[in-house]
């Protein structure tokens, strides 16, 4: 399951995060992550 552990214990969106960082896709992946991702996901969830 992609959130299990969400939001500090989740592997399965650590390792997204890791993948954008190495292909340089999101060098912001922090300040988006938490302005735009994170607030919608704790809602839905």
């Given at each position: 399951m992609l959130f299990r552990g969400f939001p500090n214990e989740c592997d399965a969106l650590?390792?997204?995060k890791n993948g954008a960082l190495?292909?340089?896709s999101s060098a912001?992946?922090?300040a988006?992550?938490?302005e735009?991702?994170?607030?919608?996901i704790s809602e839905v969830i």
């Open positions: 650590k390792s997204l190495e292909t340089g912001r992946w922090a988006e992550w938490e735009h991702a994170k607030p919608l």
